[in-house]
């Protein structure tokens, strides 16, 4: 009884008070339904409530800057995406954060990997067919994204330098816009996932030419991945998001926390609720995350500096 008994002694008392989860991404979003299921499981565990906040809106700096203003004992969270982690430092010459001073990472939520998308009487019959094209006709086949710096974006320019080709990026104000502009033929083609691109490949107005993913989905299993289609071997463009609390918290209470949130990832009705989204658990001990960070910053550095990609 005693390891037990000191187990239980050296548990911190977290929560006291309400937990506030601070989110970039807007109401009804597919990460913010993510949010709001995790934060469900969250406060029965903890028997405290976990309310999501949503401060939407200039590049995710507008909740990051609530969060920097908020509790430093971990009852104020935040909702990051990838962008933020790894792609951001290299897009901005000054940031209202420092990743590496601002943030105790918690645990990594979800991937959702993306899908070459073209219209759906595309003459691509796969990725190959539209790396030929494009090394044919350098500068002519065009790709849009919703912004700069984004997954879709650098995902692209990603296909472009490892495939030795030059394309056209054009940004859209919009995803609807943008994948209405796939489908209509407007655009040669554009990185989407199952929640930005689905509902119009449900409808037949897309094809999904591959994944970018290690392997393929469950759910589209006549997709393959972008090797398998002709492209470069090892291409992979996902979206993720992560739970981060102020630096210096407790290292028990961050434990605490990690430990929770990736039970919460195990439950069936999660995973099921995931699925709908397109989404997969994103299970990773502390030292493979930083790992999975750092080379995806390495990644998209590359790419930006070669794109010459810059928000400021």
């Known amino acids: 009884m005693l390891p037990a008994a000191a187990a239980f002694a050296q548990e911190p008392p977290f929560p006291t008070r309400p937990v506030r989860l601070i989110s970039p991404f807007p109401v009804g979003s597919g990460p913010d339904g993510v949010a709001?299921?995790?934060?469900?499981?969250?406060?029965?565990?903890?028997?405290?409530?976990?309310?999501?906040?949503?401060?939407?809106?200039g590049n995710g700096f507008i909740a990051i800057n609530?969060?920097?203003?908020?509790?430093?004992?971990?009852?104020?969270?935040?909702?990051?995406?990838?962008?933020?982690?790894?792609?951001?430092?290299?897009?901005?010459?000054?940031?209202p954060f420092d990743g590496n001073k601002d943030f105790e990472l918690i645990a990594p939520l979800f991937k959702t990997y993306f899908f070459i998308t073209v219209s759906a009487d595309s003459k691509y019959r796969s990725v190959a067919d539209l790396v030929a094209d494009a090394k044919a006709n350098p500068g002519r086949l065009s790709y849009g994204s919703w912004s700069v710096g984004n997954p879709a974006h650098l995902g692209s320019?990603?296909?472009?330098?490892?495939?030795?080709?030059?394309?056209?990026?054009?940004?859209?104000?919009?995803?609807?816009?943008?994948?209405?502009?796939?489908?209509?033929?407007?655009?040669?083609?554009?990185?989407?996932?199952?929640?930005?691109?689905?509902?119009?490949?449900?409808?037949?107005?897309?094809?999904?030419?591959?994944?970018?993913?290690?392997?393929?989905?469950?759910?589209?299993?006549?997709?393959?991945?972008v090797s398998e289609a002709g492209g470069p071997a090892g291409f992979e463009v996902a979206g993720w998001t992560a739970f981060?609390?102020?630096?210096?918290?407790?290292?028990?209470?961050?434990?605490?926390?990690?430990?929770?949130?990736?039970?919460?990832?195990?439950?069936?009705d999660v995973r099921d609720k995931f699925a709908a989204f397109g989404y997969e658990p994103f299970l990773a001990t502390p030292t493979e995350f930083a790992q999975h960070i750092s080379d995806e910053s390495s990644r998209f550095a590359e790419v930006i500096k070669k794109v010459g990609a810059h928000l400021d």
């Open 244 to 268: 981060a609390a102020p630096r210096g918290v407790s290292p028990a209470v961050v434990e605490k926390i990690r430990r929770d949130v990736e039970k919460a990832l195990r439950e069936p």
């Open 157 to 225: 320019a990603l296909l472009e330098t490892m495939t030795g080709t030059q394309m056209q990026h054009v940004v859209y104000k919009e995803t609807n816009q943008l994948y209405s502009g796939v489908a209509t033929g407007e655009l040669s083609f554009a990185m989407g996932t199952i929640a930005t691109a689905g509902p119009l490949h449900r409808g037949g107005k897309l094809k999904f030419l591959a994944i970018a993913a290690p392997r393929r989905l469950a759910a589209y299993k006549d997709v393959p991945t």
């Open 36 to 57: 709001r299921l995790v934060a469900d499981k969250l406060a029965r565990a903890w028997g405290q409530p976990v309310t999501v906040d949503n401060k939407p809106g």
């Open 66 to 95: 609530a969060f920097k203003r908020g509790a430093t004992d971990g009852h104020d969270l935040v909702h990051l995406e990838n962008v933020h982690l790894t792609a951001y430092p290299h897009l901005f010459k000054k940031l």
